[in-house]
């Protein structure tokens, strides 16, 4: 419907996609093959009005062509050299590996570090937890 839409110069909906855990469904990192659904939606689906919002602690391992169409990202705690290692590839990520490597049960609840299509630096922000 939405590239009909689309090809048609119609108003198109906006969708928006939410996958937890998705280094289980996404295509593997080595993986250019943009037929997959995920790969095209990553690359195509904003001018369809599609997003795709993902959680995943192995960034390593999701397709580069998901990550590269990446807009916003939002890091709060990658476990290994790894990760961090595939992060410092985007944007200014590697001003921060250092701290996300010593992060700390104890006192880095909430501290997240943000990086939005519409700001040109990371951001460390602290997210406190809704009350009642």
């Known amino acids: 419907d939405s590239m009909n839409r689309f090809t048609n110069a119609r108003p198109n909906n906006f969708i928006q996609f939410y996958f937890e855990e998705a280094h289980n469904l996404f295509p593997k ?23 795709l919002v993902y959680a995943t602690q192995e960034v390593s391992s999701i397709s580069s062509n998901i990550l590269k169409a990446t807009q916003n ?7 290994n050299e790894d990760e961090i290692k595939e992060l410092r590839k985007y944007y200014d990520f590697s001003d921060f590996s250092d701290s996300l ?32």
């Open 29 to 51: 990192k080595d993986d250019r093959n943009l037929s997959q659904i995920y790969n095209r939606l990553a690359k195509e689906g904003a001018k369809l009005n599609l997003g």
């Open 73 to 79: 990202w939002f890091i709060s705690h990658l476990n």
């Open 101 to 132: 490597i010593r992060f700390s049960q104890n006192t880095d609840k909430g501290f997240v570090r943000v990086k939005t299509y519409s700001n040109s630096f990371v951001v460390p922000v602290q997210i406190d937890k809704f009350g009642k």
